[in-house]
């Protein structure tokens, strides 16, 4: 970002009256580094014209999302915005579109400091509406915090394969091998594909958390004499206690080796809260009530309830809704092929309103979390039998996708696959193993309909709820759900 202090530092070689070009990323208008030069702009009514390409790739070869923005330091009352889109992906036709799009007029000095969501008309008017008598998020809420940090993932984070009596059956990227924990230390692990609406996808790994809670209800890391009571966990450290040691240039050659570089949010995964994936195409928020699942780094952004504040459940219900991932969205840096950045800065200012009596809206959310969770359950049950059927890992065949996404798939596409696979897969050639899958996908898909009907109801029932609350008027529902009919 050495472009704001370059932007800067123009600025001040310039005379009065003088003008500026720059290529800057768009992001400049939401993100929060960018708070104090949006204020100078705003103060010093200093922006001309912003052209934002949004998501369009104008320089190929490089991932980039890039507005031109001209200033003028003898001060303008109004800026000119263009969005431009290209066409189909066509690089070009973003630029030849350019005159082609007609400006929009922002009065400058109202803008201020915050993120600059230039819209006009009914979505401005739509905007208006949903942010009257609300609370941002983070005032509603205890903290946002972001996921854990170890610096060696592939000695912490390693494959759930089941259990063998008493003992968790791993697979280890930093070992190469399978091998036995004892449970103690290793909790589920959710990293951002793993956050679906309402509730978490199977998790397929799990965390090796060194740390425990003291007397003081503090987490402190495990000492090496409580790891000899754990002899499976300890060995496994120890075979990896040279990496450990060595990270970020021997920072953790001393006591305490076993434990992350990063030891912040430790106290907030074993508490009930919700799951935000940091990188989505709409809001996506997921509920842990028992606090059973551990965020993965900056992948998932983790909320803790206030003990006062609303319930999981009606939080879950709003932040799911079409309304608040619309406003989102406005909100939101945009990346590409349609995906919104979704951390912490720009969930925090999301408009939260309560409804006086929370009683259906909290109904719901516990409703969609059943629904979702029991979804997700017997997906997990169906890819399970396959995995043991076909004798391997599904990640490890190629087209994995493809099965994992079984009941969006005929048995013969699933079959395709797996015969793709026919050297490292067995018996999935025999008429026997065609028929069992076939009553096991076709069983598999009669109980994902009902709970999937279930699951569209009372998501409409939620919207509808979310709409009253916020007093849109038909046409602004109309609007909201306008863009998801296209989308």
């Known amino acids: 970002d050495v472009y704001v202090p370059f932007i800067e530092r123009s600025l001040a070689l310039l005379r009065r009256g003088g003008r500026l070009g720059f290529i800057v990323p768009n ?15 705003a103060g010093e009514r200093l922006v001309e014209e912003l052209i934002d390409f949004g998501d369009a790739q104008v320089f190929e070869g490089a991932t980039n999302y890039t507005c031109i923005l001209v200033l003028d330091t003898g001060g303008q009352e109004e800026l000119a915005y263009r969005r431009v889109r290209g066409d189909a992906g066509d690089v070009r036709s973003a630029l030849v579109n350019v005159p082609a799009v007609e400006a929009q007029r922002f009065s400058i000095g109202g803008l201020g400091a915050g993120p600059w969501v230039l819209t006009t008309g009914d979505e401005a008017r739509l905007l208006r509406t949903a942010a009257e008598g609300v609370t941002r998020l983070d005032e509603v809420t205890e903290q946002i915090f972001q996921g854990l940090i170890t610096s060696a993932d592939p000695i912490y984070i390693v494959e759930d394969r089941g259990r063998r009596g008493a003992r968790q059956v791993v697979y280890s990227r930093a070992s190469g091998t399978e091998g036995e924990l004892e449970p103690d230390l290793l909790h589920p692990l959710a990293s951002g594909g793993d956050v679906d609406r309402h509730a978490f996808l199977p998790l397929p790994d799990l965390l ?50 076993h434990g992350y570089v990063y030891p912040k949010s430790l106290g907030a995964h074993d508490r009930p809260k919700l799951g935000v994936a940091a990188t989505v195409k709409r ?31 009606t939080l879950l219900a709003l932040l799911n809704s079409r309304l608040l991932d619309y406003v989102f969205r406005r909100g939101a840096a945009e990346h590409q092929n349609g ?41 997990r049950g169906f890819l399970d039998w396959l995995a043991g059927a076909v004798g391997g890992r599904l990640g490890d065949l190629s087209g994995s996708t493809v099965l994992r996404a079984y009941d969006e798939h005929t048995v013969a596409e699933l079959l395709a696959v797996l015969h793709r696979n026919a050297s490292r897969t067995r018996a999935t050639g025999s008429r026997a193993f065609h028929e069992e899958l076939d009553r096991e996908h076709g069983e598999s898909l009669d109980r994902l309909a009902p709970l999937r009907a279930d699951l569209v109801r009372d998501e409409r029932n939620a919207d509808e709820l979310v709409y009253d609350l916020y007093g849109l008027d038909a046409g602004q529902r109309e609007l909201v759900e306008s863009e998801y009919e296209l989308r």
């Open 27 to 41: 992001k400049l208008l939401k993100l929060d580094y960018g708070k104090r030069l949006r204020e100078r702009f």
């Open 208 to 257: 090796l958390f060194p740390y425990q809670r003291g007397e003081d209800g503090a987490m402190r890391l495990v000492t090496e004499d409580e790891l000899a009571e754990l002899p499976l966990t300890r060995a496994y450290l120890r075979e990896h206690e040279d990496a450990l040691r060595g990270r970020e240039g021997g920072k953790m050659d001393r006591a305490g080796w």
């Open 283 to 313: 809001l996506e928020i997921a509920a842990d009530p028992a606090g059973a699942v551990y965020f993965h780094n900056v992948r998932v952004n983790g909320i803790l309830l206030e003990e006062e504040g609303p319930t999981i459940w």
């Open 339 to 379: 995906h919104f950045a979704a951390n912490k800065q720009f969930i925090v200012p999301l408009t939260i309103k309560l409804p006086a009596d929370p009683a259906e809206l909290d109904r719901l959310g516990e409703r969609l979390n059943d629904r979702a969770a029991r979804i997700a359950a017997e997906r």
